[in-house]
């Protein structure tokens, strides 16, 4: 059974930056899409960047274009999320997500199968 184990939320001051950790088990991810997405109190999730194990193809939200970088590292199945200059508008849960069949870093939630538990992100004004 696929496991995802986020790490690395907290809380930090508006312009300060987080890395977040999705460690994966269970399975060999060779040419398939992670994601994250968050979810703020009262609203829908929603997609903040993909990528693709091999090649490493990325996607991005507008809202995070430019300040967040996601990364991989093959060798110890996890991907990154680096957060720079955060807002307090990226207070949410942030989720990662494996795609079983998606081999491009679709920003469509319904592509991927597997959901880690999330951790917290909390940016003070």
């Known amino acids: 059974q696929v496991q995802l184990v986020e790490s690395g939320g907290g809380l930090v001051q508006a312009g300060g930056s987080l890395r977040l950790s999705c460690a994966a088990s269970g399975r060999t991810f060779s040419n398939n899409a992670m994601s994250w997405l968050r979810q703020a109190p009262g609203k829908e999730r929603e997609f903040v960047a993909a990528i693709v194990w091999s090649g490493g193809s990325t996607n991005y939200a507008g809202s995070v274009k430019g300040r967040f970088t996601i990364s991989r590292d093959n060798a110890k199945n996890t991907v990154h999320l680096q957060m720079n200059s955060l807002k307090p508008e990226d207070t949410a849960v942030y989720h990662c997500?494996?795609?079983?069949?998606?081999?491009?870093?679709?920003?469509?939630?319904?592509?991927?199968?597997?959901w880690g538990q999330g951790t917290q992100v909390t940016v003070s004004s």
């Open positions: 997500a494996a795609s079983r069949y998606s081999a491009y870093p679709t920003p469509y939630q319904t592509a991927y199968d597997y």
